[in-house]
């Protein structure tokens, strides 16, 4: 993941002279070596002891200010995190912190970009309110798409990044995080007394915050009616885990993620993977309790599913949870966004995808939002694999977003999208 650091990095120092000297201005003027924040694991203010489910979503609980750190460094850029109220995969209440990062002249901004960082995490250490206040240089993209959120707040915007799998760390979990991410808008606009109908609202995310992002837009309609979300952009979208498992299966470097993957569907789904495991599964999915995805790929080259499963269980989709599971978090069938769609992926020469997306799944889920009559722009970055992608959709994200923050009416790609893979849900195999 050290390229997709240097990919970003450049995107964010390219895509905007503002953003550059925001940027050299965090960095020169005032940085300091600052003591290390404690772990969120570790921290009270990630706890709350009364009970939440009186509690309406999006509620501030707590409140604290902090300094935004670049390498390490403590830094001027000033930023205030929100504990807050939020909703689980099964509907239990959860908590979840967002880290408002406000602009120079912060009563001026009055548009706000929600931006899910890529940190697929079941560790605390990968958080972004953790990382953003220079915690865990290594083991996070955060560090790296600091730079493409500070592009944001240097021309103007009010940007906010939540750790929206919530405190208990629920990665994959699609509905989870997107209520998280609406959440998380909801206390930020408490909090500013910002208008919740009237606030524009951008949404954006690569990779695992394209999980956040897009579940957040399909969910808005039902539970967070009453935000004003203008338009949505999302990379390397995962639409179908169960195609996406397939693709990965047996791969050098992102089979390495399927033990992680398991353990974290169990926990937000409550089914004790254990009893589905094999003795190596059990093994492999209990080293992984506690990591961020760059502690995982790589780790079991060409390792396969079937061996981490009894035998009993291979096909996974032999096993009802496993279908129930992986056809819930299938995109697009969870509701339909109400606000403009820009959708990338990368599609690696000779490959159905970038290394673990599907572009036709991309493009599938383009497709079927265009049949509902949501304006959707989307490109395949042609020769580049999962990493190298964020580069083109990042610099696509930043101004189509602008567009859309300033009002200006959308661009409505469908007729040039194709009907991609079928997204259909799984049909339970047989032995």
Known sequence: MARLACAIGAVALSATACAVGFVGLASASGAHTGSKPVLPSKDPFYRYGRPLAPIAPGTVLKKRNVNIAENGNKTPVKATQILYRTTGELGQPELAVTTVIRPAVPEL???IVSY???YDALG????PSYTLRGGNKGDSTAQSEEQIILGYVAQGYTV???DYEGVNLRWVAGQQSGYGTLDGIRAAENLLKLSQ????VGLVGYSGGSIATDFGAEVAGKYA???HIVGAAEGGVPVDLAHNLFYINGSPSWSGIIPAVLLSLGRAFGVNIDRYASAYGRKLIGQEEGGCINNYLGKYPGLKYQKLLKPRYVPIFSTEVFVRIVNRLIMSRTGTPREPMLIGVGQEKGQKG???MVAADDEALAHAYCTRNVPVVFKRFKGLDHTDAAVPFEAAAMPFLEDRLNGLPAVNACSKIGRGDSIAPVK???H
């Open 225 to 227: 009616r009453q935000l």
């Open 197 to 200: 109908s009237k606030t524009p």
């Open 124 to 127: 605390s250490q990968c958080d």
């Open 428 to 430: 339970r195999q047989h």
């Open 354 to 356: 970038d290394g673990v």
């Open 116 to 118: 899910q960082t890529a």
């Open 109 to 111: 901004s009055t548009r």
């Open 160 to 162: 906010l990044v939540p």
